[in-house]
């Protein structure tokens, strides 16, 4: 029974802490803001209960003291109950305060550092808050009082004294009237001045102007909450620092068809790359259970595709066996298509011995021809192919095929799909996912029409072929035909 306060960073996923994920991995009650990354809750379990204690579309905040006492409640319940919030709980995160009522509850609390906007966002945009020969100190100020009102706990004259970098938060409403207390307590007009929205985000925006020019700009701009300004020389290193817009597919968005399980490495990728990724999960895996296939009894044992390798040993596990059903590698074989299928034998404890240069199916039955068989077993999906069967049969070998998972197609919502129809590039890493999708959203038009129409990107001539049939021709075709080649060609492009 322990409530932990938790901090989900600034926005992007990867700076989220490992702590944190642990927690909502483990958590039984999760209540969260709005400002927290939009995938913080996909590790929670299926069954945890997650309450929603931000602003109801741009309404009126659950009030404080109803955060407390479900804080108080859950807390007094459930084992693990996490409180997540934006940035870091005890920066402008009330966090002291939760702290505070869970202590005079009786109830146990821990507190989990998250990455603050403060010094997020300015990293984001190139500003560093603190540098050797542009300042000393930093200070992290709330602007979401009125500096004009006279009993401000804020003293803007004493702030603009401050001998450093002044980080505010929640002060875009009241720039002009932050900036003019500054001047007016001896800060030069000139002082560079930053803004930075959405930190961290994939639609980062950040302006630099002066203290005179900084509140016209935000308003020229458009810059809106959520967004950290910054005062202080350090603002004017971001024509030099800004590092985010480098990035090879900065500014690029890329759509991702796959099944819903396989997309989130692919997006990582390429989010590491500074591509904003549109997810579009139009295929789901689902395991076909049943019998463990006689393992030992092959001497070649082919798999086709990770989900292959990953079904057959969920049927190993459900059976209450585990890798010794697989027979020693002086018997048998195991050949996979490519290296992520080799990746995924791997994680299960199993070595590859033969895998083609190229991960498709013509290739692996070439790359077989050498290798002698008599009795093999090949796993796979339930709708695929018949490449490599048929090539080890033609040779006389007696082929065994075992359908380990199929897979369905998920429906894509309106707004999905005008996302994917907005995106730079739209993916296809298999001739299924041409298939699921077209299927998916009921028709292809809407690839040709337009003019921003994505680019199509193809992994591999199989798929190629298959959006051809569609009528639809791929711009792009990877040269390596696996998922760093097919993101190594959008690079190119
Ligand atoms: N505890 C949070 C701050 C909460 S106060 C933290 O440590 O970051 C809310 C304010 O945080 C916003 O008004 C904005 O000034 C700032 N903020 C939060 N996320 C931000 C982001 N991604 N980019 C810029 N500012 C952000």
Redesign the pocket.
Known sequence: MTVYLV?A???DPGLMTARSLELIAAADVIIHDR?IPASALDGARPDAKLIYAGKEGGGAQVPQSEITRMLIEHGAQAAIVVRL?????????R?GEEAEALLEAGLEFEVVP?????I??PAYAGIPVTHRDAASSVAFV???EDPDKPDSALDWRALAGFPGTLV?????GRLEGIANRLIEGGRSPDEPAAL??????PD?RAVVGTLASIAQLAVDERIK?????VFGPVAALRSRIAWLERRPLHGVTVAVTRAREQISRVAARLRALGAEVVVAPVIRIQTLPGPVPPLDSYDLICFTSPNGVDALFERIDAAGLDTRSFPARSRTRVAAIGPATARALRAHGIQTDVMPAKAVAESLAEALADVPVSRALVVRAREARDVVPEALRDRGAEVDVVAVYETVVEQLDADQIAAVAAADYLTFTSASTVRNLLESVDGAAWLTEGESRPRLVSIGPVTSAELREHGLEPDIEAEDHDIDGLIAAIVRA
């Open positions: 901090g960073g600034p926005g400002l919030k934006g940035g870091d709980p005890f920066v402008f995160g966090g998250g990455v603050t906007s403060g997020a966002a709330t602007g979401h505010v938060y929640m002060g875009v930075v929205q959405r930190g961290t985000l980062q909450a959520p967004a950290i300004a």
